[in-house]
């Protein structure tokens, strides 16, 4: 089976950019979806597919991908995009679906 | 828009098996656009996926979990289930249900359900 793959933590300065990337085999093939997670509550969906956000989701959240990697970027971070930040995508080698194992964003 | 809710008992004992139920409001369940997900989370850890059904009972099941996990499917509440059996110490995690969709290669599971805990111990 297929893994994705992310950094465990990243920081960011409040209203710098960030990007959260995520790896694996089967980005190749699928696209990656991303989840934003804040302590107690459930995920919430920012972006899916090449670039598309929820309409609830602010514009500085974005999504690209290039190969086997798929990227999560907040242009201009604010305090509250303080969160773990999880993507998902089909394994192509067995169409199931997995997630990655989550980057906890910090804004300094 | 859908809006998906867990509920099912909170504590469960070691080899019994965990029950949870999720009922969908503001569209069917039968929708042929959707199927229906559950997804664990482990206390301070990431997220797994578990498996997903769609409404005419077609399922398709964690490789991982495979051998213990049953979903089912209830059109007619407006509902879906999971049962998990032989459960550890290991199964006790916050679950949550949510609708998924994969349209051209993008797969989303959109919105959550707020996830419930269950907990296994004696």
């Known amino acids: 089976s297929s893994e994705l793959t992310q950094d465990p933590a990243v920081s960011v300065a409040l209203g710098q950019t960030v990007r959260i990337t995520c790896q694996g085999d089967?980005?190749?093939?699928?696209?990656a979806s991303w989840y934003q997670q804040k302590p107690g509550q459930a995920p919430v969906l920012v972006i899916y597919?090449?670039?598309n956000r929820p309409s609830k989701i602010p514009d500085r959240f974005s999504g690209s991908s290039s190969g086997n990697t798929a990227s999560l970027t907040i242009t201009g971070a604010q305090a509250e995009d303080e969160a773990a930040y999880y993507c998902?995508?089909?394994?192509?080698?067995?169409?199931?679906?997995?997630f990655g194992g989550g980057t906890k964003l910090t804004v300094l | 828009q859908f809006q998906v809710q867990e509920s099912g008992p909170r504590l469960v004992k070691p080899s019994e098996t965990l029950s949870l139920t999720c009922s969908v409001s503001?569209?069917?369940?039968?929708?042929?656009?959707?199927?229906w997900a559950w997804i664990r989370q482990p206390p301070g850890k990431g997220l797994e996926w578990i498996g997903s059904?769609?409404?005419?009972?077609?399922?398709y099941y964690s490789a991982s979990l495979k051998s213990r996990i049953t979903i089912s499917i209830d059109t007619s509440k407006n509902q879906f289930s999971l049962k998990l059996n032989s459960v550890t110490a290991a199964d006790t995690a916050v679950y949550y249900c949510?609708?998924?969709?994969?349209?051209?290669?993008?797969?989303?599971?959109?919105?959550w359900g707020q996830g419930t805990l269950v907990t296994v111990s004696s």
């Open positions: 597919g090449q670039n």
């Open positions: 503001g569209g069917s369940i039968a929708n042929s656009s959707y199927y």
């Open positions: 998902n995508s089909r394994d192509s080698y067995n169409n199931l679906e997995v």
């Open positions: 089967s980005l190749r093939n699928y696209y």
């Open positions: 059904i769609f409404y005419s009972g077609s399922a």
């Open positions: 949510a609708p998924y969709t994969m349209v051209r290669g993008v797969s989303k599971f959109d919105p």
